[in-house]
T-cell receptor, first 116, second 115 residues
Framework: DTGVSQDPRHKITKRGQNVTFRCDPI?????LYWYRQTLGQGPEFLTY????????KSRLLSDRFSAERPKGSFSTLEIQRTEQGDSAMYLC??????????????FGPGTRLTVT | AQKVTQAQTEISVVEKEDVTLDCVYE???????LFWYKQPPSGELVFLIR??????QNEISGRYSWNFQKSTSSFNFTITASQVVDSAVYFC????????????FGTGTRLQVTL
């Protein structure tokens, strides 16, 4: 079990550019989550996949953000036309479990985005 | 809406002292789940414990113990005989039934353990 991995670990981009992050969950986990964490705060939920279906999106996820999980395995999070306010740590987590269950989520190391 | 409050922003203790991290939650659901995570300086969140709302038994795991009290909506975490390796930010989190198990986190408590 290699745990949740994220790529890249760090990304510096200029305002207005597009960025894409990748998350590889624990292989047997069917649920995948994206969170955002800013300095001094706890992670905030962005979106959630059950297999390949995106079942919930936070109001934090503006239309510049899009997430996919095409084959129910890895996921990508794209931010278009980045703004300085998008600078944060983007965390991916995965968990197992059937619908209605609330198992613990295992987090990846995160991708730190800096928008200049 | 659910909310988690960790009123202690930062705590400093000397090694071998006991320390308790407070967590107070708000939810309208009768079924919910509480979690603690540790975020060491490396940044990766590490799962520590999950507790469901029907199980008010306290739990002990080595030097760690958790006290869940529904009457006061609290889920406190105690580290006994703290060690330098315990230095980290600790987050309490809540998920409600029917919310796709998304976690609502508190703002965290930074614990600094010195020699």
């Amino acid at each position: 079990d290699t745990g949740v991995s994220q790529d890249p670990r760090h990304k510096i981009t200029k305002r207005g550019q597009n960025v894409t992050f990748r998350c590889d969950p624990i292989s047997e986990h069917n649920r995948l989550y994206w969170y955002r964490q800013t300095l001094g705060q706890g992670p905030e939920f962005l979106t959630y996949f059950q297999n390949e279906a995106q079942l919930e999106k936070s109001r934090l996820l503006s239309d510049r953000f899009s997430a996919e999980r095409p084959k129910g395995s890895f996921s990508t999070l794209e931010i278009q036309r980045t703004e300085q306010g998008d600078s944060a740590m983007y965390l991916c987590a995965s968990s197992g479990g059937l619908a209605g269950t609330h198992y613990e989520q295992y987090f990846g190391p995160g991708t730190r985005l800096t928008v200049t | 809406a659910q909310k988690v409050t960790q009123a202690q922003t930062e705590i400093s203790v000397v090694e071998k002292e006991d320390v308790t991290l407070d967590c107070v939650y708000e939810t309208r659901d009768t079924t919910y789940y509480l979690f603690w995570y540790k975020q060491p300086p490396s940044g990766e969140l590490v799962f520590l414990i999950r507790r469901n709302s029907f199980d008010e038994q306290n739990e002990i795991s080595g030097r760690y113990s958790w006290n869940f009290q529904k009457s006061t909506s609290s889920f406190n975490f105690t580290i006994t005989a703290s060690q330098v390796v315990d230095s980290a930010v600790y987050f309490c989190a809540l998920s409600e039934a029917g919310t796709a198990s998304k976690l609502t986190f508190g703002t965290g408590t930074r614990l600094q353990v010195t020699l």
